[in-house]
């Protein structure tokens, strides 16, 4: 696992040099990871760093696609199950089972925020040439289009290229939540009635 981390970590300070320098062609590096099977990409500049799944601590509340928390040197991460949030049902954990931690920061003054998304196996970091990347599919995708960015071919596999602005869409996360928790308070509120 330490050796993904190093490789990312010096994917990402490499990553401008190699975006520039390639005789004209746009590239940018991909982490690439599997989900049920599927082989999934997010480019890395905002990947922070990748740990191995451990213990997570359980929020009350939460919708089913967030895991928990875990304490990250002092700062509590939230952790997005991918497949639970693509509709698939909860990851089981194995023991390439790891944690993407990806950095937002916000547009106000409260500064950044990390967020670990949950994979089934880190694989490696790719470059891919921005004209290399197809639209999706207008049909037929397993996850919600507005999820992919595009389709790209890396060895004669399809890579799903994700949007991570939309697939951690922290208002979307939070609307689902509170409408999760309002329907709790409303089934609250409702069942003294039921027992009368």
Same mark, same amino acid.
């Given at each position: 696992?330490?050796?993904?981390?190093?490789?990312?970590?010096?994917?990402?300070?490499?990553?401008?040099?190699?975006?520039?320098?390639?005789?004209?062609? =746009?590239?940018?590096?991909?982490?690439?990871?599997?989900?049920?099977?599927?082989?999934?990409?997010?480019?890395?500049?905002? +990947?922070? =760093?990748?740990?191995?799944?451990?213990?997570?601590?359980?929020?009350?509340?939460?919708?089913?696609?967030?895991?928990?928390?875990?304490?990250?040197?002092?700062?509590?991460? %939230?952790?997005?199950?991918?497949?639970?949030?693509?509709?698939?049902?909860?990851?089981? +954990?194995?023991?390439?089972?790891?944690?993407? +931690?990806? /950095?937002?920061?916000?547009? =106000?003054?409260?500064?950044?925020?990390?967020?670990?998304?949950?994979?089934?196996?880190?694989? /490696?970091?790719?470059? +891919?040439?921005?004209?290399?990347? =197809?639209? %999706? %599919?207008?049909?037929?995708?397993?996850?919600?289009?507005?999820?992919?960015?595009?389709?790209?071919?890396?060895?004669?596999?399809?890579?799903?290229?994700?949007?991570?602005?939309?697939?951690?869409?922290?208002?979307?996360?939070?609307?689902?939540?509170?409408?999760?928790?309002?329907?709790?308070?409303?089934?609250?509120?409702?069942?003294?009635?039921?027992?009368?």
């Amino acid at each position: 696992m330490g050796a993904i981390t190093e490789s990312t970590n010096h994917a990402v300070r490499r990553s401008e040099a190699d975006t520039q320098g390639r005789a004209g062609l =746009e590239t940018a590096q991909y982490l690439t990871f599997m989900l049920s099977g599927e082989i999934y990409a997010l480019e890395i500049l905002n +990947i922070k =760093e990748i740990i191995q799944y451990g213990d997570l601590t359980e929020v009350p509340m939460m919708p089913a696609f967030i895991r928990g928390v875990i304490n990250l040197r002092g700062k509590v991460v %939230p952790v997005v199950d991918m497949n639970a949030r693509f509709g698939r049902g909860i990851t089981s +954990i194995a023991r390439r089972t790891s944690i993407v +931690i990806i /950095e937002f920061n916000d547009d =106000e003054e409260t500064g950044s925020h990390s967020i670990g998304v949950m994979v089934d196996a880190v694989n /490696e970091v790719i470059d +891919i040439a921005r004209q290399d990347i =197809e639209p %999706p %599919p207008a049909f037929g995708a397993r996850i919600r289009p507005d999820f992919v960015t595009g389709m790209a071919k890396h060895n004669g596999r399809f890579i799903i290229v994700l949007n991570l602005t939309q697939v951690l869409s922290v208002a979307e996360m939070s609307a689902l939540g509170s409408a999760m928790l309002g329907g709790a308070q409303a089934e609250n509120l409702t069942e003294p009635e039921y027992e009368r």
